[in-house]
């Protein structure tokens, strides 16, 4: 089993900055890719940022030099660095870990980030 456990969610006004984190515990060896997803009211789920076990990374068009996805092999924790919000930002991030890009994987409960105008 893996668990993920999620933080640094929150309120914060357009143009400012969040650092989100997921912790992963358990069997988490074999999992290779960690990526941020969010959902929006009403949107289908999106990838926002994925890095591989050999430091690969992708991002969405929109968060493209904007957020930055780390990771802290040590701690077994994924960051998500979000600058320069904007209200479409706004949406519940999941953080996903997973064995490769064609596998569901494991979720976190999500946290919130609100991004006010």
């Known amino acids: 089993q893996v668990q993920l456990v999620e933080s640094g969610g929150g309120l914060v006004l357009a143009g400012g900055s969040l650092r989100l984190s997921c912790a992963a515990s358990?069997?988490?060896?074999?999992?290779?890719?960690m990526a941020w997803y969010r959902q929006a009211p009403g949107k289908q789920r999106e990838l926002v940022a994925g890095?591989?076990?050999?430091?690969?990374?992708n991002y969405v068009d929109s968060a493209k030099g904007r957020f930055t996805i780390s990771r802290d092999i040590a701690k077994n924790t994924v960051y998500l660095q979000m600058n320069s919000l904007k209200p479409d930002d706004t949406a519940v991030y999941y953080c996903?870990?997973?064995?490769?890009?064609?596998?569901?994987?494991?979720w976190g409960q999500g946290t919130q980030v609100t991004v006010s105008s």
């Open positions: 996903n870990w997973k064995t490769d890009w064609s596998r569901n994987g494991y």
């Open positions: 358990g069997n988490i060896f074999n999992l290779n890719v």
């Open positions: 890095i591989t076990s050999a430091g690969n990374t």
